[in-house]
């Protein structure tokens, strides 16, 4: 038992070191507060896409645009694109997994919007090809990403986790979004009060 619980110690340390080093990204957190807070107010909306857990976190952050993070307060314009099952296979079937977001992505995102890609390695095809047609469309592409991989060198920002454990990656990217969701919320709070 000794030794489990020195593991569980060592985990809980280690997860907490890797978001403690969250703080190098402070600037890139507030610009996407910002980009974000000033898509929904102009009427645009957050559109959102991943892999296995990283599909999950997708429909977690639309989930708390929509509904609500903290606060009663109006319905804020997010949907993820993993949602749809119909979607995701038929596209899957007839063309292909790699294009299964940026297929949507050609249809759904309009200038102004902002698209969130999420890939804990960072090189996920289908991440990528959804954030590069977005971004061809004009939209503002944010990933959220671990430490390797190619996406953070072609989104406007790169969310970086300094990790390279995909669980560990995870538990810091849900410390970001929920940092982005409470501030984005709190920011058009603000500005439906006036």
């Given at each position: ?50 892999n296995g857990g990283s599909a999950a976190d997708a429909q977690h952050i639309a989930a708390e645009f929509i509904g ?33 977001f940026s297929r949507q992505c050609e249809s759904l995102v309009k200038k102004g919007d902002v698209v969130i890609g999420i890939s804990t390695s960072g090189n996920s095809l289908n991440v990528k090809k959804g954030l590069l047609i977005s ?60």
């Amino acid at each position: 038992m000794n030794e489990r619980n020195n593991n569980i110690q060592k985990k809980i340390e280690n997860t907490s070191k890797i978001i403690l080093e969250l703080k190098s990204i402070i600037p890139e957190i507030n610009k996407t507060i910002n980009i974000i807070s000033k898509c929904l107010i102009k009427g645009n909306k957050i559109v959102l896409f991943g892999n296995g857990g990283s599909a999950a976190d997708a429909q977690h952050i639309a989930a708390e645009f929509i509904g609500r993070f903290n606060f009663n307060r109006k319905s804020l314009s997010a949907i993820s694109l993993t949602s749809n099952s119909s979607t995701m296979t038929s596209i899957s079937n007839d063309y292909s997994y790699d294009v299964v977001f940026s297929r949507q992505c050609e249809s759904l995102v309009k200038k102004g919007d902002v698209v969130i890609g999420i890939s804990t390695s960072g090189n996920s095809l289908n991440v990528k090809k959804g954030l590069l047609i977005s971004k061809k469309i004009g939209a503002t592409t944010i990933g959220l990403v671990g430490k390797n991989g190619s996406i953070k060198k072609i989104v406007d920002i790169p969310l970086t986790v300094e990790c390279k454990t995909t669980p560990e990656i995870q538990e810091a990217h849900r410390v970001i979004y929920h940092i982005v969701c409470e501030h984005v919320e709190k920011e058009l709070i603000k500005k439906y009060k006036k």
